[in-house]
């Protein structure tokens, strides 16, 4: 990767599918763009690392232990390690997920 990128021009929706692109792997940091068509979700999970999802354009719902966050442009998610969570997009939504694990 270059030391810039412009991450909206990544954005591509697949009719009915979720796209990944990964922008950066280090060691201790992944970030990846995720571009949901339209109706479609990602079932509940959870994570071993700690992060954050920043909601580029879109429209969604991210459930959060329990508790419904809307997905629009420019909101920012704080995701603990283990957290449960799942993803609905409701338009064509994307946004950037960027975990990492703490040196121990």
Known sequence: MNSSTDVKK???YSKGGI??????RKENLDVTLF???KGTSISEHT???EGFVYVLEGKGVFRLEGKDIIMKEGVLINLEKNAK????AENDTSFI????????
């Not at 969570?85 to 609905?88: I, M, P």
């Not at 997920?97 to 121990?104: F, H, I, T």
């Open 10 to 12: 990544l954005i591509d």
């Open 35 to 37: 571009c949901m068509a």
């Open 97 to 104: 997920l960027s975990l990492w694990k703490n040196k121990e």
């Open 19 to 24: 796209l990944s692109k990964e922008i950066i």
């Open 85 to 88: 969570h799942s993803l609905k």
């Open 47 to 49: 994570s071993t690392k």
